[in-house]
């Protein structure tokens, strides 16, 4: 179960309230008016959302005197956004969908063959609005993210690589799986040979002891010994020169990138089923209902201490149908169109693996593009692999769209966007 977390269930209230927050008058005296706004999203609105949860709504205060202005500022950029797109439309209810889909929305959220609980939306809002051919009840479901004004981008895709329910598990042949997990037992346990020199917890353990254990005690060793070890834990992953661990090369996240590039570069399936577990782009086919809407949608903002203000910038939105409109696009320009894997191009983007001096950080960079070539094509995701904290569980398999790099699906959504002009004609 997910930490509770504040930012579905403020932003839902921010926008069931009804009226844009002026951040200007906010900001007059940011502690006192933030704390004011969000006492009255506790007692009038927050509890009207339908699927809200004690455990969320209880951060919305950081103590009894001052509000959670950090969230505050990123619920504010989603509310104000969305109010502004309602038009003449008003909000009547909203759905948190977080520990289940109530009833009344449950036919917006069907599994399909490859993936269970297909619709990712955090809250549903109900719009009813139109008139003749137009008239209906629309339904609007947005995925929160959020990101401060200076933060990188969230996690669009957050799933274990291999595992039970591992990304990789299914979609790669088994002698890769059998590589991976050959690699990962050997590279542990000369780890922890490389660690322990003979002894563990004051007692003997050598090297033919290590050899002795299964591998899932030698993984607990292991990430007793290094889950907390800071700067050695990098070295340990990077088998940094210089270092003790210099003669342990992490084979283990090696075989996994061998797994990535030789399954799945080039791969047109590949990519489209990928991209629509991260975008969605068959929502319609799967969600049989033209007043049924879905965003993916960050808010962007924060508090700033040290000026004492609440900081909010425009929500990023995009809108389910033109983010598959162009994707689909792409995948129809059979001319044009190869699907290419490889590195993330950017100086830092230095594998775990791979053979240099210095510190580096101990993950895997890919970069998906489509297009005729890497220097033509659209970069469509950034995906990066990565251990979050302990060694036991799997590592984590996180998707990024990469705003800054030249000719980026964030380009093209942005200039699709301004000739589509959203607002009240998304509803017709």
């Not at 009547?92 to 599994?111: L, Y």
């Not at 990138?257 to 080039?266: G, H, L, P, Y």
């Not at 895997?364 to 569980?393: A, C, H, N, Q, W």
Request: glycine share 8%; with cysteine.
């Amino acid at each position: 179960m997910a930490l509770p977390d504040p930012h579905e269930l403020m932003s839902g209230a921010l926008i069931l309230r009804g009226k844009k927050v002026d951040i200007n008058q906010l900001n007059k005296d940011p502690r006192v008016e933030g704390t004011k706004l969000t006492k009255d999203l506790v007692d009038n609105y927050a509890k009207n959302v339908i699927g809200w949860e004690q455990r969320d709504l209880d951060k919305f205060m950081v103590d009894d005197d001052i509000a959670d202005l950090k969230n505050l500022g990123k619920a504010i950029s989603v509310s104000n956004y969305v109010i502004d797109q309602l038009g003449e439309g008003k909000v009547e209810t909203i759905w948190q969908t977080g520990s289940q889909w109530d009833s009344q929305i449950k036919k917006f959220n069907p599994s399909t063959a490859t993936i269970k609980n297909y619709n990712s939306s955090d809250i549903v809002l109900k719009i009813p609005l139109g008139s003749g051919k137009d008239d209906c009840d629309h339904y609007w479901g947005i995925s929160l993210k959020k990101r401060g004004i200076k933060d990188k981008e969230p996690t669009l895709l957050n799933k274990p690589v291999v595992g039970k329910v591992g990304f990789l598990t299914e979609k790669v042949e088994t002698k890769y799986i059998n590589n991976i997990k050959k690699a990962k037992a050997k590279f542990f346990t000369k780890a922890l040979k490389l660690k322990t020199a003979g002894s563990y917890k004051g007692k003997p353990l050598t090297g033919k002891d290590i050899d002795k254990l299964s591998f899932q005690t030698v993984l607990k060793y292991a990430n007793d010994l290094f889950r907390r070890a800071g700067d050695e834990k990098n070295q340990m992953l990077t088998g940094r020169k210089g270092t003790v661990y210099e003669t342990n090369p992490n084979i283990y996240f090696e075989e996994m990138n061998k797994a990535f590039m030789e399954s799945f570069n080039n791969e047109k399936q590949f990519f489209f089923d990928f991209l629509d577990l991260v975008f969605k782009i068959n929502m319609d086919q799967w969600v049989k209902d033209r007043c049924f809407h879905f965003s993916l949608m960050t808010g962007v903002g924060g508090y700033d201490s040290s000026n004492n203000k609440i900081e909010v910038q425009g929500a990023e939105e995009k809108e389910g149908r033109l983010m598959s409109e162009i994707l689909r696009n792409m995948f129809k320009d059979e001319d044009k169109a190869n699907y290419i894997i490889r590195k993330q191009p950017d100086k830092r983007s230095i594998n775990a693996f791979e053979d240099i001096e210095g510190k580096k950080p101990a993950k895997l960079f890919f970069e998906m593009i489509i297009g005729p070539s890497t220097t033509l094509g659209t970069s469509i995701v950034d995906f990066e692999v990565r251990y979050k904290g302990d060694l036991t569980p799997e590592p984590q398999f996180q998707v990024f769209v990469n705003k800054i790099r030249k000719n980026s699906i964030a380009d093209k959504y942005k200039k699709e966007a301004l000739t589509k002009a959203l607002g009240k004609k998304r509803w017709k």
